[in-house]
């Protein structure tokens, strides 16, 4: 068989393969053909669930503490006025306000993350696969 026969063989026979969805090859379900994961998988479902724990628990339950700290450390600022235990304690407190307030920034931060992670991947994967679409009808496949 000659190179131009098998060439067109292997076109017909990806012409006959192709479909209006993008199909990848998969790993063996044991995982085989490397040590790492066998892919990258995003869940958007997970994805907004640990946004939402991070708005309706862990952000709410930070500022919970830090009201609490805020009064008993005003009430012992107060009890030691005139003191340098009142010097330190209230610089010791701007300190924890300041962490705080890093600490929500970054849950700002991630929970922003995690609700657009699964734009970005479908957005990735959109592009990827008119790409490949684009690719495929110049090489004439």
């Known amino acids: 068989m000659s190179f131009n026969d098998e060439w067109a063989q292997a076109k017909n026979a990806a012409i006959a393969n ?13 995982g085989g053909g490397g ?7 995003t869940t958007p ?3 907004k669930q640990a946004a939402n724990s991070i ?3 862990i ?13 008993s450390t005003s009430s012992a600022i107060g009890a030691f006025k005139g003191w340098e235990t009142a010097a330190g304690l209230k ?7 300041s962490q705080v307030k890093r600490l929500n920034a970054r849950l700002e931060s991630e929970k922003g993350a995690l609700r657009g992670a699964s734009t970005l991947f479908r957005s990735n994967d959109i ?13 004439g496949l």
Do not use: C, F, Y
């Open 127 to 139: 592009v990827t696969g008119n790409g490949l679409v684009t690719q495929s009808k110049i090489s």
């Open 45 to 47: 479902a997970k994805k």
């Open 91 to 97: 610089k010791a407190h701007e300190h924890w306000d």
């Open 18 to 30: 192709q479909s209006a969805d993008m199909r990848l090859n998969q790993l063996p379900a044991d």
């Open 35 to 41: 040590t790492g994961p066998a892919d990258l998988a």
């Open 55 to 57: 708005e309706n628990h």
């Open 59 to 71: 952000q709410p339950d930070l500022k919970t503490a830090a009201d609490a700290a805020d009064e």
